[in-house]
């Protein structure tokens, strides 16, 4: 049974940072992905990165402040952010990918958190 159990959420002043954790277990894998819903809106990827060769890819509106990485002994994907914005509350949810590429699409990941809020006050 896959699992991924994200933690790290919380409420921080803009400007500010947080860590983001998602620990996976049940399968192997070819990435992990960080996406994020804010009210109203869609679901929209951040970022990701390759499980065997740390290869990484963010969209643009968090080029410069966020950071994925990930740590193979724990099966754990992180994500930092600093610099934090209004614009950055949402719900993030680490997601699993079995594709051979990176993917920053929906569909393409097979596995999905259950979310965790990031809420940031300006």
């Known amino acids: 049974q896959v699992q991924l159990v994200e933690s790290g959420g919380g409420l921080v002043q803009a400007g500010g940072s947080l860590r983001l954790s998602c620990a996976a277990s049940?399968?192997?894998?070819?990435?992990m992905g960080w996406f994020r819903q804010a009210p109203g809106k869609e679901r929209e990827f951040i970022a990701a990165?390759?499980?065997?060769?740390?290869?990484?890819y963010y969209v643009d509106s968090v080029k410069g402040r966020f950071t994925i990485s990930r740590d193979n002994a724990k099966n754990t994907v992180y994500l930092q952010m600093n610099s934090l914005k209004s614009e950055d509350t949402a719900v993030y949810y680490c997601?699993?990918?079995?594709?051979?590429?990176?993917?920053?699409?929906?569909?393409?990941?097979?596995?999905w958190g259950q979310g965790t809020q990031v809420t940031v006050s300006s």
């Open positions: 049940g399968r192997t894998f070819y990435a």
């Open positions: 990165i390759s499980w065997s060769y740390g290869s990484t």
């Open positions: 997601a699993m990918s079995l594709r051979a590429a990176i993917a920053s699409k929906i569909y393409d990941y097979n596995y």
